[in-house]
Nanobody, 114 residues
Framework: QVQLVESGGGLVQAGGSLRLSCAHS????????MGWYRQAPGKQREFVAD???????YYADSVKGRFTISKDNAKNTVYLQMNSLKPEDTAVYYC????????WGQGTQVTVSS
């Protein structure tokens, strides 16, 4: 059974940086598309970035140039480096693993103060 555990969230001032991690267990990590999504209060969950098993990367327009997704197959972990954070980046960030099925992590809170 695939499980995902996110970490690295917290409170940061606008312009600051955070790095989120998502540890994957219970499956063959390298076969999954790994993604990050976020949900702000009162809003729908939205796509942030993902990286396919082959290494192709996609970003939401709102984070391009500021966020970087990467993965370490040896550590079964995907990362989201977030730079130049803005108050509108405040949300719960979720990790998603997708193969023939999808699994979500529990989420980690990111709060950006102005």
């Amino acid at each position: 059974q695939v499980q995902l555990v996110e970490s690295g969230g917290g409170l940061v001032q606008a312009g600051g940086s955070l790095r989120l991690s998502c540890a994957h267990s219970g499956g063959i990590f390298s076969m999954f598309t790994m993604g990050w999504y976020r949900q702000a209060p009162g809003k729908q969950r939205e796509f942030v970035a993902d990286i396919t098993s082959g290494g192709t990367i996609y970003y939401a327009d709102s984070v391009k140039g500021r966020f970087t997704i990467s993965k370490d197959n040896a550590k079964n972990t995907v990362y989201l480096q977030m730079n130049s954070l803005k108050p509108e980046d405040t949300a719960v960030y979720y990790c998603k693993a997708e193969f023939t099925f999808a699994v979500w992590g529990q989420g980690t809170q990111v709060t950006v103060s102005s």
